[in-house]
C-alpha cells in the first residue's frame, strides 16, 4: 500500500474512534442538564441522581475525546498537507471555533462539577448546564461546517491554482451546513438517549428494580421517541440535499445508475458492477423519486451521468441501508415501550423490551459510525469536492503506515482505560445505595 491509502486508513481509524466520544459528548449534556431540571422541579431525588451519576460519566469520556480530537487535528496537516495549503484559509476559522467552544464548554463543566449544593437556589446550579450544552453542541456545529465545506466548497474564486478573495463566512455557511449540523445533533442526542437508557436496562435486567432506574428508561425513551423522528425528518432533507448538490453520493447510495423518473428505492441485494444489473434486492417502486424530490414522479440523477473516475465506492449502498434500517429499529423500541402500559397483558419492563433498549445502545453508535463512513466514502474520490482529489492532498512521507500502528496502539490503551475508569467508578455502587448514602448524609 502507498502513503495516500495508509493515510486514508490513520485517518478513518482516528475519526472512527473519535466520533463515538465526540458523539457522547454532544448528546449527554442535555440528558444531564434535562434530568437535573425534573428533579428541581419535582423534588424528585432520582433525577438529580441520575444528573449526577451521569455527570460523572461524561468527564471520562470528554477527557478521551479530547485527545482523539488533538490527534484529528494534527494529523489534518500532517497527512493532509497539499488540502491544508490549499485551504487552510478557509477552513481556519470555525476550526478555531470550535476549540473555542471546546473551551467554553470546559470551563462551565469544572464549575458546575464542583458546586453542587452549593446555591441556595438549586436552579442557579442548572443554569451551569445552558453553557455546557451551548460549547458541546457549538463544537459540533462549527467542526460539522469544516466537513460540509469540503462537500460543497464556496467562499473563494480557484486563481492560478490557489484560492483568492476568500470569504470565511460565505465558506463556513456553504449549502451543506443545514442538513449536516441538523443530522449530526439530532442523531447525537438520540443516541444518547439510547445509551443512558441501555445502562438502566442492563441493571434491569441484571436484577436491579429500584425505581431510579425505572425513570431512567421512561425519561430516555419519550426523549428518544421525539428524537427518533428528529433524526429521520433529517435524514429526508439529507436526500433532498443530495439529490441537488451531491447527486453522485445518493446515486450511489442507491445503486441507480440511468436518469430518470419514478425511480425504484434498493434495499439489499448484490450488484454486478459491469452490466449494473442488481439481483436479490428488495425495490420499493417510485420510493426514491419520492424520497429525492418529494414526488414520485421526480427525475433523479444517475451515477452513468458522471465520469466513472468521479464515482464513489457502490459498497456505500450497504452503509446506506444498515444505517438507515438502524434508524428506523431506534424508532420502534420507543414506540413499543411507550405503548406497552396501554396494553394490559404487557408490562413495559419486560425481558424482551429491556433487551431491545439494551441492543439500541450499541446500534446507535454503529449508525454513527455507519453515517460518518457514508459521509465520507460517498465523496470520494475528493477531499474537497470538484477541487481536489484525495491522491493529490496526501503526504509523500513513506513512514505513514509506523504512524498508523503508533496511533492503533494508542487507541487501544484510550479505550481499554476509558472501560476500565467508567467501570470501576460504578462498579458496587448501584443507584438505590448510592441514594440511600446520600440520604443518611443530608
Not at 34 to 58: P, V
Not at 218 to 238: C, E, F, K, P
Not at 277 to 293: D, H, K, M, N, R
Request: proline fraction near 5%; charge should be positive; include cysteine.
Amino acid at each position: 500500500m502507498g502513503t495516500v491509502d495508509w493515510s486514508r486508513y490513520l485517518t478513518e481509524m482516528t475519526l472512527a474512534f473519535h466520533i463515538l466520544f465526540a458523539t457522547v459528548g454532544v448528546g449527554v449534556p442535555v440528558f444531564i442538564s434535562l434530568a437535573e431540571w425534573i428533579g428541581i422541579r419535582k423534588k424528585d431525588e432520582h433525577y438529580s441522581l441520575m444528573a449526577r451519576r451521569w455527570a460523572r460519566g461524561f468527564v471520562i469520556t470528554v477527557a478521551v475525546g479530547v485527545v482523539t480530537g488533538t490527534c484529528i487535528g494534527l494529523q489534518l496537516s500532517l497527512l493532509w498537507p497539499e488540502f491544508m495549503r490549499l485551504a487552510g484559509n478557509v477552513v481556519g476559522l470555525p476550526l478555531f471555533l470550535e476549540t473555542f467552544a471546546f473551551f467554553f464548554e470546559a470551563i462551565f463543566l469544572g464549575i458546575y462539577l464542583y458546586t453542587w449544593n452549593r446555591f441556595s437556589n438549586p436552579y442557579m446550579h442548572w443554569l451551569l448546564t445552558l453553557p455546557i450544552i451551548i460549547g458541546s453542541s457549538g463544537s459540533a456545529l462549527f467542526i460539522t461546517t469544516v466537513n460540509s465545506f469540503m462537500n460543497t466548497p464556496q467562499g473563494f474564486e480557484l486563481e492560478n491554482g490557489q484560492l483568492a478573495r476568500i470569504d470565511p463566512i460565505a465558506a463556513m455557511f456553504n449549502p451543506a451546513v443545514p442538513s449536516k449540523v441538523f443530522h449530526v445533533l439530532s442523531s447525537a442526542y438520540l443516541t444518547a438517549a439510547f445509551l443512558l437508557a441501555m445502562i438502566a436496562a442492563f441493571a434491569m435486567l441484571r436484577g436491579r428494580k429500584d425505581e431510579y432506574y425505572r425513570k431512567s428508561i421512561r425519561l430516555n425513551m419519550a426523549a428518544g421517541l421525539l428524537l427518533a423522528v428528529l433524526t429521520i425528518v433529517a435524514g429526508d432533507i439529507s436526500a433532498q440535499f443530495l439529490a441537488k448538490k451531491q447527486p453522485e453520493k445518493l446515486a450511489a447510495a442507491e445503486w441507480h445508475f440511468e436518469t430518470g423518473k419514478k425511480a425504484p428505492l434498493i434495499v439489499g441485494g448484490r450488484l454486478n458492477p459491469e452490466t449494473q444489473e442488481v439481483s436479490g434486492a428488495f425495490e420499493i417502486p417510485w420510493a426514491l423519486s419520492l424520497l429525492a424530490t418529494h414526488n414520485p414522479d421526480g427525475t433523479v440523477v444517475g451515477l452513468n451521468d458522471f465520469p466513472k473516475d468521479e464515482w464513489p465506492p457502490l459498497y456505500v449502498h450497504y452503509l446506506f441501508d444498515a444505517m438507515v434500517g438502524i434508524g428506523f429499529y431506534l424508532l420502534a423500541v420507543p414506540v413499543i415501550f411507550l405503548a406497552l402500559p396501554r396494553l394490559k397483558r404487557w408490562q413495559a419492563y419486560n425481558r424482551w423490551i429491556l433487551a431491545a433498549i439494551l441492543a439500541g445502545g450499541p446500534l446507535s453508535l454503529l449508525a454513527i459510525e455507519l453515517g460518518w463512513f457514508y459521509a465520507e466514502v460517498g465523496r470520494q474520490p475528493w477531499i474537497m469536492r470538484g477541487y481536489m482529489r484525495v491522491s493529490d492532498a496526501a503526504t509523500t512521507n513513506t513512514h505513514v503506515n509506523v504512524a498508523f500502528w503508533l496511533f492503533a496502539a494508542l487507541y487501544v490503551v484510550l479505550g481499554v482505560v476509558c472501560l476500565y475508569v467508567l467501570g470501576r467508578l460504578f462498579r458496587n455502587k448501584p443507584a438505590e445505595l448510592e441514594l440511600e448514602a446520600r440520604r443518611i448524609i443530608l
